[in-house]
């Protein structure tokens, strides 16, 4: 009887205490190839453990999948599912390196829209955009304040205050940061709403272009992480599935031999 009375008692206590935290509104982008609902299933997992998550997921797509549709109605996250197309122009080719056009441009600007139609300006609330192929640890979530070809990136922090970028390329951009290296108060989504990704926005670019939109200065920027000096996400872009027996198959057992199989 007293483990329930203490069960019950922590019951009240969780639930006050996520009335007190902000609504963190993850937003991720998403695309249809065989690594797809992998990569969905390890961040849903992760955001399993965050208890105050509204997962906004956008397919570069001109309708919703039902791979997606059935994947995130599984889930028991808060979720909103959006979809837009990327003009065939801005697709990359299979084989172009993945550096070369900006991904989910549209779909960002598609979850920045549906925040400013549905949230209001007084909501208490943090925006983070999670792309699905990278690896996060669950402190980012608590405190919310990656790297390509090396060990890591960060901001330069100087008696707590940011001063700078600790970055290779492009280090003289106004916020050399990654997509997954920074999260905005929803009120100043709000209160910037020409604040948008673009296609034409260089490469490397799209983050420190974005972030001007808000008259940012670096003194204001509040660094997490102890003072930036933890690493929290990780970019461990999956390899590309190779099926090379595919075609082998289907003159084997036919063409649906895996008509009702979802990878």
Request: proline fraction near 5%; charge should be positive.
């Amino acid at each position: 009887m007293k483990f329930l009375e203490n069960k019950r008692d922590n019951q009240k206590f969780n639930a006050r205490s996520l009335k007190s935290l902000s609504i963190i509104y993850v937003i991720t982008p998403t695309y249809a190839r065989l690594e797809q609902k992998a990569e969905l299933t390890r961040l849903s997992h992760t955001l399993l453990h965050v208890p105050n998550i509204h997962w906004i997921v956008i397919e570069d797509s001109p309708e919703k999948t039902a791979l997606v549709q059935n994947f995130l109605n599984r889930t028991r996250i808060h979720s909103t599912h959006l979809y837009v197309a990327t003009p065939s122009e801005y697709k990359m080719n299979r084989t172009d390196p993945h550096w070369l056009k900006p991904r989910g441009v549209l779909q960002r600007n598609a979850a920045l829209d549906w925040l400013r139609n549905n949230t209001s300006p007084d909501d208490d609330g943090v925006v983070y955009f999670a792309d699905d192929d990278n690896t996060y640890s669950l402190p980012i979530f608590e405190e919310l304040g990656l790297a390509a070809d090396l060990r890591y990136e960060r901001p330069k922090v100087t008696n707590g205050k940011v001063t700078g970028w600790y970055t290779y390329r492009k280090p003289n951009r106004p916020f050399a940061t990654d997509m997954a290296g920074f999260a905005i108060n929803l009120n100043l989504i709000h209160q910037h709403p020409k604040a948008k990704f673009s296609n034409t926005f260089g490469a490397g670019r799209q983050e420190s272009t974005f972030l001007t939109f808000f008259n940012l200065t670096l003194d204001e920027l509040e660094p997490k992480a102890n003072m930036c000096t933890q690493v929290l996400v990780w970019h461990t872009r999956t390899e590309r599935s190779k099926t090379p027996y595919e075609e082998a198959m289907v003159k084997l057992y036919g063409a649906d031999a895996y008509s009702n199989i979802e990878v």
